[in-house]
């Protein structure tokens, strides 16, 4: 009868109640496995826990995670139960593939909830990550930081310029912006700036505003604040401390290197897995569900990495 119960389950996993809160849901033992068996819900907080957090990985995917010094984290927001607010996952290189090895389903974003999950990761292990991507979240920039004190904590291009061009759009530019082509170029050499090395970044920001049209100063206003720091008041004091310095966004190094430069890997998984699942806030039951074949077909990828097949082009 419990064999019965439990392929029913494992077979129609939906047939359970659905939860209705984070305080209603109880995973039944066999709902903690992956779909071979191994154990899957790392970490657990607790029904009681009112910042309740789950965290599914399993000991050969925190293997991979220990060799890998490469590391991308990224939160998606739409594929998650209703009683959740994000899952966050993080992805890491395995000769020459990024592959995503830690799933969690979080209530909250701030630092302190990033925190409890690398504690978790890291009790009874050690990581040794040299570089973390993320996006310019200050509360992940935060946390990471101080897990790991010794890696570079690295904001993504592709959401740098991203910000850069929202700005242009709050600030009423973007009819400008379309059909100016000076404009235009002006406003790409903002994010461009993160090409030079790092020590120049101050000089290469004032030779683009000693040029740049006045219609652009209030973006330009907004990035120097963000990424760069203003001046001291006092000449010849520097300049105050960014809320992302130079040394988060600058991908000089990083081109030279062959590096990764963005997340995009990591957003292109979030959307195949969003298709996967096939709608927006699931049952917890469904995304367990989508959750235990993914990473079966991550399993698979490893495999071939394994096998020495080659990575897809970046």
Same mark, same amino acid.
């Given at each position: 009868? *419990? *064999?019965n ?8 996993p ?10 209603d849901?109880?995973? &039944? #033992?066999?709902?903690?496995l $992956? ?9 657990d907080?607790?029904?009681?826990? &009112?910042?309740?957090?789950? #965290?599914?990985?399993? +000991?050969r995917?925190l293997q991979?995670?220990?060799?890998s010094e ?14 959740f ?14 592959v @995503?090895? #830690? ?16 504690a978790?990761?890291?009790e009874?292990r ?11 979240e200050?509360?992940?920039k935060n ?7 010794? =890696?570079?904590?690295? %904001?993504c291009?592709?959401?740098?310029c991203?910000?850069?061009? +929202? ?20 406003a790409?050499?903002?994010? !461009?700036? =993160?090409?030079v &090395?790092?020590?120049? $970044?101050?000089? =290469? ?8 049209? !006045? +219609? ?6 907004y ?11 006092? !000449? %010849?004091?520097g ?5 992302? @310095? &130079? ?5 000089f190094?990083? $081109?030279?290197?062959?590096e ?7 957003e ?6 969003q298709?996967g #699942?096939g ?10 569900t989508?959750?235990?074949r993914?990473?079966?077909?991550? +399993? ?11 990575p897809? =082009?970046?």
């Open positions: 009868m *419990r *064999r119960i439990r392929r029913q389950r494992q077979e129609n939906n047939a359970l109640p659905i939860p209705m809160t984070v305080e849901l109880e995973i &039944p #033992v066999d709902q903690r $992956t779909l071979g068996g191994e154990l899957f819900l790392y970490h907080s607790g029904r009681n826990d &009112p910042r309740r957090i789950l #965290v599914f990985t399993t +000991e995917n991979l995670l220990s060799t490469s590391w991308f984290a990224d939160g998606t927001f739409k594929v998650v139960p209703t009683i607010f994000q899952l966050w996952t993080i992805h890491a290189t395995y000769e020459g593939h990024v @995503p090895l #830690v799933y969690c389903l979080m209530l909250n974003k701030d630092q302190a909830s990033y925190a409890r999950v690398l978790a990761l890291q009874g050690a990581f040794y990550p040299t570089r973390i991507m993320i996006d310019y200050f509360a992940a946390a990471f930081s101080q897990a790991f004190p010794n =890696a570079h904590v690295q %904001g291009l592709f959401h740098l991203q910000r850069i061009h +929202e700005r242009i759009k709050q600030e009423g530019l973007q009819v400008l912006y379309n059909e100016d082509e000076e404009i235009r170029t002006q790409r050499m903002i994010g !461009a700036i =993160a090409f &090395p790092v020590e120049d $970044t101050v000089e =290469a920001f004032e030779a683009l505003a000693g040029i740049a049209r !006045a +219609e652009l100063q209030p973006v330009l206003n990035f120097e604040d963000t990424y760069v720091g203003r001046p001291q008041r006092a !000449a %010849g004091h300049r105050q401390a960014a809320r992302f @310095p &130079p040394i988060m966004w600058n991908m190094n990083a $081109t030279l290197q062959g990764f430069r963005t997340n995009n890997h990591v292109g998984w979030h959307r195949r897995f298709i #699942v709608a927006d806030h699931p049952s917890f039951w469904q995304f367990l989508c959750l235990k993914e990473h079966a077909m991550n +399993e698979v990828t490893i495999g071939q990495a394994q096998a020495g097949m080659a897809p =082009a970046r």
